[in-house]
């Protein structure tokens, strides 16, 4: 009798799992049954129309190239979905993406349990009119760009399970109407009770709400322990400006654009702990608002003491605070040993000055690019005298326009650098001596202001009205461009004559509107037309060949006629 009960136990389940589209397969091994889904599931979606609404019938999937169940994407004017999800589906990417309807019926009732993929979900749609507050997002990894570019979007999902999510990147990049509450709390469903809004193991936030704006939420108590990146997270937020004090970020690696053009946000960070951030270029950039306390300093929290600010293992910082029109805070204690990218760092930072402290104690010795490090920075004036140079490449527009700066650099170790164009052009103020000249420092022995490298100098003193320094001993042999070098630099008056510009291509409006006499002119040498002589010569030449042949074909022909 027991034997006939599991028989037919087996013929039930059997033709359950048949019609399922599931398949067995018997292990040889133990003797037993196990269950094996089919490697091709596949169903078409079903539409009809009714009363001018697209309704979908049945709901389309297939197997996707991970081996899992992926629903397929609705037709942009659906308006209508069955209230039942099949419940093998488990990837939900792309499902609602770039439809515009603004109203769906049907997704409310969806059991999603077994979901596990939700990216693109609502990306790019026009849906503002869904329910998706009762969604069980338990078993879900990837949010990533679920709301992106839905712009109406701003329903309740205030107590979603987040706690299986990983990547959170680009969730609601661009959903312009989204201001819900999204914090972390506890939730008492009947008899389950869970956090809502866990975000322990999520380990990517990139993009999560640049250009958002209206987003203003508080999320301030989110376990950030796991991410590693946060590049661009509150990128181009127009009124975002919640405390972030609290976040752990001992993960993050990289914050590169986090609060670019972040218009409104100018809350304490002040104890973040940075200490395995690699990238920070274009972190504050255009963050108009941004004047915080972000130097170096001990903290203790939770009973553990760390260093807040501790910049030791950055590389790059590019375009930091570019256009951080009001930062103007201490950040002398940062340890830049690492830092190989400073270009654009301080760049129209118009009110930056260190708070009126030296910057001398960074350690700059593997920086390879300061162009336009401190362009425009008007208010600039702070002392750099002992940074070593002595890697940089490019120094191309460095202090371009840098109205105020006039430090002394005079012992700069440049001779690695190719481009000094721009440098000082419009450094109204600057008119410090950076002749070529031998310096001894901690023991060691280096030529200052050694140019030997430099092919590019093109409106290197342009509009630098005060300067008048002799560096008649620089030596420019590799230079090739000269273009307006001095060209307004109304006080200069050095003698440049012996310098060798063998290599200057370009020499036009060198000295136009300048001090500088003819004698004290280098000896350009104009190439155009040597060029041109050369050409003539050429073809001087080739003509006298063709005249020789052309007689001694003559001679030759005429001989043989005579015989």
Request: proline content about 1%; hydrophobic content about 35%.
């Amino acid at each position: 009798m027991k034997k006939l009960l599991a028989f037919i136990s087996l013929l039930t389940i059997s033709s359950t799992a048949i019609s399922s589209g599931l398949v067995f397969q018997t292990n040889k091994t133990e003797n037993i049954l196990v269950l094996k889904q089919n490697q091709k599931q596949s169903q078409k979606a079903e539409y009809k129309t009714e009363k001018g609404k697209l309704i979908c019938t049945k709901i389309g999937y297939f197997t996707n190239d991970k081996g899992e169940i992926q629903i397929e994407r609705f037709l942009p004017k659906i308006a209508q979905v069955p209230e039942t999800l099949p419940s093998f589906i488990t990837n939900l990417s792309d499902a609602f993406r770039s439809v515009t309807s603004k109203e769906i019926k049907g997704v409310e009732k969806w059991n999603t349990s077994n979901v596990t993929n939700m990216n693109h979900t609502f990306y790019n749609s026009s849906i503002s009119d869904f329910d998706i507050s009762n969604w069980n997002t338990s078993s879900v990894t990837d949010m990533s760009y679920m709301f992106a570019k839905t712009k109406h979007f701003n329903s309740d999902i205030s107590n979603w399970n987040t706690s299986s999510v990983i990547d959170m990147s680009g969730m609601f990049a661009e959903a312009e109407d989204f201001n819900q509450e999204i914090k972390q709390k506890e939730v008492q469903k009947a008899e389950l009770k869970y956090t809502a809004w866990d975000t322990s193991k999520v380990t990517n936030m990139s993009h999560m709400f640049e250009g958002t704006k209206v987003f203003d939420g508080d999320i301030s108590n989110w376990n950030t322990s796991k991410v590693t990146n946060m590049s661009y997270m509150f990128s181009n937020t127009k009124v975002f400006n919640k405390a972030l004090k609290k976040w752990n970020i001992i993960s993050v690696t990289n914050l590169s654009n986090i609060f670019e053009s972040a218009l409104a946000f100018n809350n304490d960070i002040s104890n973040w702990n940075t200490s395995n951030v690699t990238n920070m270029s274009y972190m504050f950039k255009n963050a108009v608002a941004f004047n915080q306390n972000i130097n170096q300093k001990e903290v203790e929290k939770d009973g553990q003491k760390y260093t807040a600010w501790n910049t030791s293992n950055v590389t790059n910082m590019s375009h930091m605070f570019e256009g951080a029109k009001v930062f103007n805070r201490d950040i002398s204690k940062w340890n830049t040993e690492n830092v190989t990218d400073m270009s654009y760092m301080f760049s129209s930072a118009s009110k930056f000055n260190n708070e009126g402290k030296s910057l001398n104690s960074w350690n700059t010795s593997k920086v390879t690019n300061m162009s336009l490090m401190f362009e425009a920075s008007i208010n600039f004036i702070q002392e750099i005298s002992d940074w070593d140079v002595s890697n940089v490449e490019n120094m191309n527009g460095m202090f371009q326009s840098a109205i105020n700066f006039n430090q002394n650099i005079i012992n700069w170790n440049t001779s690695k650098v190719i481009d000094m164009q721009n440098m000082f052009n419009n450094a109204a103020n600057f008119n410090q001596n950076i002749s070529t000249k031998e310096v001894t420092k901690d023991g060691k022995k280096y030529t200052a202001w050694d140019v030997s490298n430099v092919t590019n100098m093109t409106s290197m003193f342009k509009q630098a009205v005060k300067f008048n320094q002799n560096i008649g001993n620089w030596n420019t042999e590799n230079v090739a461009d000269m273009y307006a070098m001095f060209e307004g630099a109304i006080a200069f008056s050095q003698d440049l004559s012996k310098w060798n510009v063998s290599k200057v291509t370009n020499f036009d409006n060198f000295n136009n509107v300048s001090n500088l006499k003819s004698d004290q002119l280098p000896k350009f040498v104009n190439h155009s037309n040597q060029s041109k002589i050369k050409w003539q010569t050429i073809v001087f030449i080739i003509s006298a060949v063709l005249v020789s042949i052309a007689v001694v074909y003559l001679f030759i022909a005429s001989r043989k006629n005579k015989k």
